[in-house]
């Protein structure tokens, strides 16, 4: 699986847009992008995936660039609750296997008051 | 329940000691994954279940750790002969298959190895 890129953390003030980049210039065409996000103390919480276009759904948004290489998990309104390691995962999908996740660092967002 | 479920929550052992691990997946995954997290660090892949295939074991980090999957559904992480870099929170998610989809995760079964 294509090796993924993030900043060690950013901030976001509260009722701002958050947005998380990362990097994935290795991509491949069969690998999509996924974004989970860990609060403190709890399990890893998947918030979406893309494969080429942009999504979109009731927690975020995902941009993905035209040619693939990075992504922007977008937070519309972030909230104090939002505070998490964001983990943007590049992985294989065929319909004959599957990978397990590769998580790597994140990025540690704090939403600030 | 309608989320996966892991028991015990926490665990705590003494050196040298074997350990199981539980993890019920959401009814009617066929995907199960084991990870583990060690205090301030990222998930570590240990193991998946797919259906009926062979479970992909690469990354089990000794041949201490097993797993198993009964009859599709629940699983247990055994641990034998404990070590105090055994401690972690050791997490399970479950999925619905192999394309494209959400893994959802456990709370996570937390093991302290004295």
């Known amino acids: 699986d294509a090796k993924t890129t993030q900043p060690t953390s950013m901030d976001c003030a509260e009722g701002r847009a958050a947005n998380l980049p990362c990097n994935h210039s290795t991509i491949s065409g069969n690998e999509y992008v996924y974004w989970y996000r860990q609060i403190h103390s709890q399990g890893p919480q998947y918030i979406i995936h893309g494969l080429k276009n942009n999504e979109t759904n009731e927690m975020a948004s995902l941009i993905i660039t035209e040619d693939r290489k990075s992504s922007t998990l977008i937070l519309p309104h972030a909230t104090l609750r939002d505070t998490a390691v964001y983990y943007c995962?590049?992985?294989?999908?065929?319909?004959?296997?599957?990978?397990?996740?590769?998580f790597g660092s994140g990025t540690q967002l704090t939403v600030l008051p | 329940g309608a989320g996966v479920s892991q028991s015990p929550s926490n665990k705590v052992t003494e050196k040298g000691k074997d350990v199981e691990l539980r993890c019920d997946p959401i009814?009617?995954?066929?995907?199960l994954y084991w990870y583990r997290q060690s205090l301030g660090q990222g998930l570590e892949f240990l193991i998946y279940f797919q259906g009926n295939s062979a479970p992909d074991k690469s990354g089990l980090p000794s041949d201490r750790f097993s797993a198993e999957r009964t009859g599709g559904s629940v699983s247990t992480l055994t641990i034998q002969r404990t070590q105090q870099e055994d401690s972690a929170v050791y997490l399970c998610?479950?999925?619905?298959?192999?394309?494209?989809?959400?893994?959802?995760f456990g709370e996570g079964s937390r093991l302290t190895v004295l």
């Open positions: 995962i590049v992985r294989f999908i065929s319909s004959g296997s599957a990978r397990q996740l590769t």
């Open positions: 009814s009617g995954h066929t995907a």
């Open positions: 998610a479950s999925s619905l298959g192999v394309m494209p989809g959400e893994l959802f």
